[in-house]
T-cell receptor, first 112, second 116 residues
Framework: AQSVTQLGSHVSVSEGALVLLRCNYS??????LFWYVQYPNQGLQLLLK??????LVKGINGFEAEFKKSETSFHLTKPSAHMSDAAEYFC??????????FGSGTRLLVRP | EADIYQTPRYLVIGTGKKITLECSQT?????MYWYQQDPGMELHLIHY???????EKGDLSSESTVSRIRTEHFPLTLESARPSHTSQYLC???????????????FGQGTRLTVV
């Protein structure tokens, strides 16, 4: 069964610092991978997705993620954190039945 | 902006009551999903549907039931609510594979259910 693991339930950065949120997947076939963001009391919003077209994927709000097959990783990065980036971030993999399987989530805190 | 709607947004209800959480989408998506989100953030798939008259249980066992009589509508019902059902419920839809391109799932705003 496919799964994703997000390392770190909480990540704290200073405003302007690099954001790095980690996601590793387990899949026996090329996966479809997604990053979603959730703001308080809201649903999930797609940040970006990997569907094998390109290993470096650019998303909304300045986020990007790089698919590394050798490391089975799909880490999310942003060069400079903004206060408005504080939210919950979820990595997800789509299984062969087109179901989205989510990681446990990472809460990003941005310090002024 | 996603056209998927959940009602109500917040619901406080007494133990033993029957409730139905509504989810509707206007995108014509064939696949719809219900996720339960615990206070600690993790999302668990509890039900999904591949189309009209198709429903399946997800990875997390749930006492709720669902129906899919119309493409756009995927309600979730709890026959007898209990405090252990207190959680946030998120509905999503997708058409996944359109012209060979995998598309994402779109989520509603969620329903936060509290059973007292």
């Amino acid at each position: 069964a496919q799964s994703v693991t997000q390392l770190g339930s909480h990540v704290s950065v200073s405003e302007g610092a690099l954001v790095l949120l980690r996601c590793n997947y387990s899949s026996s076939v090329p996966p479809y991978l997604f990053w979603y963001v959730q703001y308080p009391n809201q649903g999930l919003q797609l940040l970006l997705k990997y569907t094998s077209a390109a290993t470096l994927v650019k998303g909304i709000n300045g986020f990007e993620a790089e698919f590394k097959k050798s490391e089975t990783s799909f880490h999310l990065t942003k060069p400079s954190a903004h206060m408005s980036d504080a939210a919950e971030y979820f990595c997800a993999v789509m299984d062969s039945s087109y179901k989205l399987i989510f990681g446990s989530g990472t809460r990003l805190l941005v310090r002024p | 902006e996603a056209d998927i709607y959940q009602t109500p947004r917040y619901l406080v209800i007494g133990t033993g009551k029957k409730i139905t959480l509504e989810c509707s989408q206007t995108m014509g998506h064939d696949k719809m999903y219900w996720y339960q989100q615990d206070p600690g953030m993790e999302l668990h798939l509890i039900h999904y549907s591949y189309g009209v008259n198709s429903t399946e249980k997800g990875d997390l066992s749930s006492e709720s039931t669902v129906s899919r009589i119309r493409t756009e509508h995927f309600p979730l019902t709890l026959e007898s609510a209990r405090p252990s059902h207190t959680s946030q419920y998120l509905c999503a839809s997708s058409d996944n594979l359109r012209r060979g391109v995998v598309t994402e799932a779109f989520f509603g705003q969620g329903t936060r259910l509290t059973v007292v």
